[in-house]
């Protein structure tokens, strides 16, 4: 696993001390049950404005701090150990590199600023079926004139009802299944056409389906080279799944940590359960699991920082591992627990629901282990 700096620690320890006492899971029950549309809690995103963390991998010049993948990571381990719910990873995570990688000037300077400070929210629209397939991409954008128009439709947009703007993937030439073809439009939400409708999920968090019918934007929208997006979006998508890779990681040690309390208090023929030597074999195996994914996860930020070559190796391997053991991870923590782990007044299901929406989530296990012996050529 990568050495985290002086600075890195400090900032993971902020990050978990502030979880647990400003936006524990108590906070999230909470804004679950008040039937919020955004699926987060809009003072704790605030919050996370005012301590800067909106702008860890925003250059200084644009109001960020430029900390890197690796301590954007670190951020996104610990709040994802208490299933905080904000646009952090959407927005500033995923929308803020595809504007890094391939806006220009212009753009950088409208949207990037008001990222870092949390005042504005862009996120990836990019899936159009149930299962994660980027080069499938059907939605079309066709030249008129000075404009492009955009039809087609985009589901389980990630903080789709909150977004200001979406970092669209659109086919402008060639057939579904192409890596030629693509390019990537930024689209403001209140683009006349555009329309969305949230969708509830079981892990009540803000996602929506996005419908565009004859949504006309100017060239200036286009990020990057016509036809070329997508070494754009492949680049921004690694990104992305090495940083939920950081967040299912903080939901999987939360959910070791839970399940070890348990076997430490839970009393059974007079003796704690976690002396029968069953259970602690099974809970020794999830701990070495657990260091493992941790050792996959922070290499694949790191590389990323680094600009390493094998950085999309290392997150496609890091979202595979991380899923796997986050499944096994949730599973064992409801089994362990028994029937009081199917109750909704425990946490326990809340992090299982959690679990499966981010394994799916731009990609699951199977795509990335294909991903990755492909890109090993295999």
């Known amino acids: 696993m990568a050495a985290l700096t002086e600075e890195q620690t400090l900032l993971k320890e902020q990050a978990k001390t ?26 704790v995103w605030t919050a996370m404005g005012e301590m800067g963390w909106p702008g860890i991998l925003i250059p200084e010049d644009q109001g960020g701090v430029a900390m890197g993948h690796l301590t954007f990571g670190v951020v996104l381990e610990e709040l994802g150990r208490q299933l905080t719910a904000s646009p952090l990873l959407a927005s500033a995570g995923i929308g803020a590199t595809a504007i890094l990688l391939g806006g220009n000037k212009t753009q950088q300077g409208e949207w990037l600023p008001g990222l870092a400070d ?11 079926a149930p299962r994660h397939a980027p080069l499938q991409t059907t939605m079309e954008a066709k030249a008129k004139g000075d404009s492009f128009v955009l039809n087609g439709s ?3 947009v990630a903080e789709g009802l909150s977004a200001d703007a979406f970092v669209v993937a659109t086919r402008t030439s060639g057939q579904p299944g192409s890596e030629e073809g693509l390019s990537l439009f930024l689209v403001p939400a209140d683009q006349e056409g555009l329309s969305r409708k949230g969708l509830i999920t079981a892990d009540s968090r803000g996602y929506a389906n996005l419908d565009f019918s004859n949504v006309e934007v100017p060239q200036s929208a286009l990020l990057g080279d016509l036809d070329q997006g997508n070494s754009i979006l492949e680049r921004t998508l690694d990104c992305g799944r090495a940083y939920l890779a950081a967040e299912m ?6 959910s070791f940590d839970m399940t070890l309390d348990y076997l430490k208090n839970r009393v059974q023929f007079g003796q704690p359960i976690g002396s029968f030597q069953a259970l602690g074999h099974r809970a020794s195996m999830l701990y070495t699991e657990m260091e493992m994914t941790r050792s996959c996860v922070e290499a694949a930020l790191q590389a990323l920082d680094d600009g390493n070559e094998k950085a999309a190796e290392l997150c496609s391997l890091s979202k595979c591992k991380a899923g796997k ?19 909704d007044e425990f946490d326990a299901g809340l992090y299982l629901k959690r679990a499966r929406a981010l394994e799916f989530a731009l990609g699951n296990e199977a795509f990335h282990r294909d991903r990755f012996a ?4 295999f």
């Open 18 to 43: 502030w979880a647990r006492d400003e936006a524990p899971v108590a906070k999230f029950r909470e804004t679950r049950d008040s039937g919020t549309e955004t699926g987060f809690d809009k003072g």
């Open 118 to 128: 949390g005042s504005r929210i862009v996120t990836l629209a990019i899936d159009e």
């Open 374 to 377: 492909t890109l090993r050529g």
């Open 154 to 156: 985009k589901v389980h």
């Open 249 to 254: 990681l903080g939901v999987a040690a939360q």
């Open 325 to 343: 053991f986050l499944h096994h991870m949730s599973n064992e923590l409801i089994q362990m627990h028994g029937g009081i782990g199917m109750t």
